[in-house]
C-alpha cells in the first residue's frame, strides 16, 4: 500500500537531561538531522521553558520535525512527518537518537495519507506503474 507521507513518532528517553534543556543544541540537532534526511528546510522556531523543557519545530518543503522535551525525566518526543521519495526519515530518528544521547529509544512509524481513491493519481506523488486503490480497512495502518 502506498501512503503520501511517513510519519516517525520517535521516543527518546534516559536522554542527557543537559542536552534536552540546551535550545542552541537541540535546534542544530533538528535541522541537522533534517538536512541529513534529505529535507528542504524552510524555517525553524525554538521556545524555551521556564524552568526546564525546550519546543520546537524545524518546518520542511517536505512537512516537518517537531521535539518537546522533558529535562526532569530524561524524555523527549519527536515527530518526523516527511512526504515524497527521496527523503530519509529515519536517517533522521537516528541522528536525533544520537544526539540526545537517548539510551533507550523507540520508533513507531505512521503511514499518513493511504487513501482509497479509485481510478484517480495523485498528481504530485505518481504511483509507479498505475493509480492507488486500496481497500478501506486497509486506510489506517501502524507498522512499528
Known sequence: MQALGTHLLVELRDCDTMIL????????????????????????????????????VVVLAESHISIHTWPEYGYAAVDVFTCGETLQPSVAAAYLVEKFQSKNPAVIEMRRGTLSLRDQALPHKPEKGGYICNERAEDLQMVS
Not at 534526511?37 to 521553558?49: C, D, K, N, P, Y
Open 21 to 56: 534543556d540546551d535550545i542552541k543544541k537541540a535546534k542544530e540537532a533538528m535541522v541537522s538531522a533534517a538536512k541529513l534526511a534529505r529535507a528542504t528546510v524552510l524555517g525553524a522556531h525554538f521556545h524555551q521553558f521556564s524552568p526546564h523543557g525546550l519546543t520546537g
